[in-house]
């Protein structure tokens, strides 16, 4: 199931586009253009598998399981989006590890050094509320790290079900940082290409030094949030009303989420 150790080769590399940026406004379009590829890319050849972890969702949710998501760094913003969203399944929650959420750990370099540290995702896993038939989304741009690598082997190994969102470009590009030598995608149920080439920079001048325009964020949710998209409508199909939440903004959004709370507390955790 999944493309294990299958996949594309990754992103087309930054947009050299020549030696002159030729204003702001052109910049700014080559930027997005660049951008509208990627998801045309993933539109295109990902598809397929955006359905399949969709599916897998629904079948967790029909089960009586819980969704759970994680990322480290910048990565774990993708995961934070899909978490008490309007719009958005109400059972998905966030997979918390202390200093590498996002980047408000200071200093922010800790976080980079702690998705290095063998051994912190079996801990996690073990105080975190997850159970065999639940499933985890785990979102890493490289994949390389030990922590993600970790996360997917201990999840996998207590009976979850692994969706991975990657960039398989890097497991051909560079060099595993865990023990084993294998990447995020190595074990999963089903992987999610996000096409990023390695260093995710899609614009590159003459006039800079490096290149610069990161899509790894735009696209990773993007990924989240069509699968997501695809679990409430499979959930549909087999005559189950999804647990959406709307947004607290509109008029009777309040009372609606009360009520999603009371019905599937018991496997929303972020209220708690």
Not at 204 to 220: H, I, K, R
Not at 230 to 246: D, S
């Amino acid at each position: 199931m999944g493309k294990g150790s299958q996949g594309s080769d990754g992103g087309s590399g930054p947009d050299t586009g020549g030696g002159s940026d030729g204003g702001a406004d052109l910049l700014a379009a080559r930027y997005l253009d660049a951008a509208i590829d990627l998801l045309r890319r993933v539109r295109d050849e990902e598809s397929a598998d955006i359905t399949a972890a969709g599916e897998l969702i629904a079948d967790a949710v029909t089960a009586g399981g819980r969704l759970f998501a994680f990322g480290a760094g910048h990565s774990s913003l993708a995961a934070q989006d899909v978490v008490y969203r309007a719009g958005g399944l109400a059972l998905m929650n966030l997979l918390s590890v202390p200093g590498v959420v996002g980047v408000d750990v200071m200093p922010a370099t800790l976080g980079s050094a702690l998705e290095r540290v063998d051994g912190l995702a079996g801990a996690v896993l073990d105080s975190s509320p997850a159970r065999s038939g639940d499933v985890l989304v785990i979102i890493s741009l490289s994949g390389r790290n030990s922590l993600p690598v970790e996360m997917a082997m201990n999840a996998r190994a207590i009976g979850l079900k692994v969706i991975g969102v990657t960039s398989v470009a890097y497991a051909t590009e560079t060099r595993s940082r865990h023990v084993s030598g294998t990447f995020l995608k190595d074990h999963c149920d089903l992987v999610l290409d996000s096409k990023i080439a390695v260093g995710d920079a899609e614009i590159a001048l003459d006039s800079v030094d490096a290149p610069f325009g990161p899509a790894s964020t735009m696209v990773a949710s993007a990924l989240m949030q069509a699968m997501m998209a695809t679990a409430a409508a499979a959930l549909a199909e087999r005559g189950i009303q999804p647990p959406l939440l709307r947004s607290a903004n509109v008029d009777g959004g309040h009372d609606w989420n009360g009520r999603v709370f009371s019905e599937y507390g018991d496997r929303i955790f972020y209220r708690h």
